[in-house]
């Protein structure tokens, strides 16, 4: 028997749902935005099979619903289902990347028909709206679930997982509490420290109006992510502040214990940080499954000229080398670039190194 999925918020995130769930048979697709565009182009592309011009209208006809909306306007929707009149289960889901209020709001509905199953695919990108989304975008990404009960492999959970089986995501089952403290660390708390430097580098421009020219690798790797939907920070930052808001107390701290070295002199303790930090940094386990990849890096020097990416692709394709991402860390006019090439496991690290040397490029590999 056909099921019904609607899929709340066609952006980047609930657009690439829609494509996930379009791969199964046996469930017919719904899509609701307060964009029309975006809907319009979900069903010409056959990623929804039906638009829902009203919401809660179109409730009692479904079987799962996907809330792929900032949190505010999730808190909002969870707060009114319980006044839609329902004659079947209904499994709810959310995509939020801030779980307390979420699920304490999830907490207070009352409605029988109505199982409550919290997530968060740990998966994005720098562009939004559904024309970035993509059916791949969850490949290997963590995708977190936080059940409202107990009961951690309920039909809930694994209904969700069913329906997201073909997205290749990695699911784990955490608390709202245990899951907002280890976002905050590793993506709230980043993302805002990004935002400064970028509003640091902005402020000293006025200065030195030839900064932004100067603005190469490092300062776009760690700010990149500030570039992200600044609506959708926005709310991330004030659901979660209550975590955030101890962290940049210990963030001042950080630096104002660093400032204190470099006023002081104090070149052993500073060498004695930065490596602590190095040491750490290094030790994060890369090369097992996690929400960092598990990709196996070398770093390749070319030369700016038309073709350059395409010989050392080439060399690898050749060899029937599997490549698992590619990324230009350096390319300016006229000098060598570095291409930071990722493969799938060590063998075809090595292999590759070995290969791209014999042809008289300057190869790295990452330990």
Known sequence: MEKTVIVAGLGLIGGSIAMNIKKNDGFKVIGYDEDRQSLELAYRQGVIDEIASDLFDMLPRADVLFLALPIAPTIKVIEELQNVALHKNLLVTDVSSVKNGVMAEAAELSNEYITFVGGHPMSG???????????????????????????????????????????????????????????????????????????????????????????????????????????????????????????LEDWIEEMSQLKRYLEMGSKEETLKYVTEAKVYRDGLPVKEKGAIPAFYDIFVDIYDQPGAIHKVIEILATADINIKNIEILEIREGITGVLRISFPSGREQEESANLLRSKNYEVVIEQ
């Open 125 to 247: 990108s720098h562009k939004n709206g559904f024309t970035a989304a993509k059916p791949h975008l969850f490949e290997n990404a963590i995708y977190v679930l936080t059940p409202a009960s107990d009961n951690n492999e309920g039909e809930g959970v694994a209904c969700i997982k069913q329906l997201l089986s073909e997205s290749k995501a990695r699911f784990i089952t955490l608390s709202p509490k245990e899951h907002d403290e280890m976002t905050a660390v590793i993506s709230h708390f980043p993302h805002l420290i990004a935002t400064s430097l970028v509003h640091q580098a902005r402020k000293w421009e006025d200065t030195h109006p030839e900064l932004r020219n100067l603005a190469a690798g490092g300062f776009r790797d760690i700010t990149r992510i500030a570039s992200s939907n600044p609506p959708l920070w926005q709310d991330i930052f004030f659901q979660n502040k209550h975590q955030l808001l101890p962290m």
